[in-house]
């Protein structure tokens, strides 16, 4: 998935830290928000909201309708302001490769997300409709799934899930440690070129 370049969403700032918009910004986006809301009821229908995904993101129609009906919960068929601020920050969070860190902030509201019907538990198949929207490998997901899955049944409650985030959390800061290892050596190995080219010219 990704953020099409120069909509609005492109100009916001995620916090890297706590994954949230700064006040400002959460004003910015509430007048958007206003703007979207043709009908003046504090919400947008399935109507608006494909048409605001469709401009802002890559996702199909089939995609766009399974991240409304997630955020839909209580199936009025129309999703308020608190909804849109958390699907800004998930895609923010998408487009700046920080789904782990999300994840890990906000853990309560994304398990509750996933879990559309309630159970207190999210099933595979609920975390396989939704990998699009946070970057989970299909594989990698179905391995982490089955370590978390303490109890055996299949499904995870919230502590479990919350295992799963900070496991999650972890690979992220490694994978950015191995990157910036890998960025420093390049930089030397350059430095390196450029005094071994500059010492031959001199003789």
Known sequence: MKLKHGSF?????????????????VKALSEYFQVLDVHKKQALNDVVFYHFLHHVTDLNRNQ????????????????????????????????????E?????H????????DRDGALRVRLRQFEAFRFLFNFRNQE????????????????????????????????????KLERSKNLLLKQQSLFESWREQHRSQK
Not at 107 to 114: D, G, H, N, T
């Open 141 to 176: 997901m179905k391995q982490i799934f089955k370590n978390f899955d303490v109890t055996g049944d299949e499904r995870l409650n919230y502590k479990e899930f919350k295992l799963f985030t900070i496991f999650c959390l972890d690979k992220h800061q490694e994978r950015q």
């Open 101 to 105: 860190r999300f994840i890990y902030r």
């Open 64 to 99: 766009i309708m399974i991240v409304f009906d997630m955020l839909d919960w209580d199936a009025t068929g129309e999703i308020g302001f608190d909804e849109f601020y958390m699907l800004v920050c998930v895609l923010l969070s998408h487009e700046n490769h920080l789904e």
């Open 9 to 25: 969403l492109w100009y916001l700032y995620l916090d890297k830290i706590y994954c949230l918009l700064s006040v400002r910004n």
């Open 107 to 114: 853990s309560r509201p994304v398990f509750e997300l996933l």
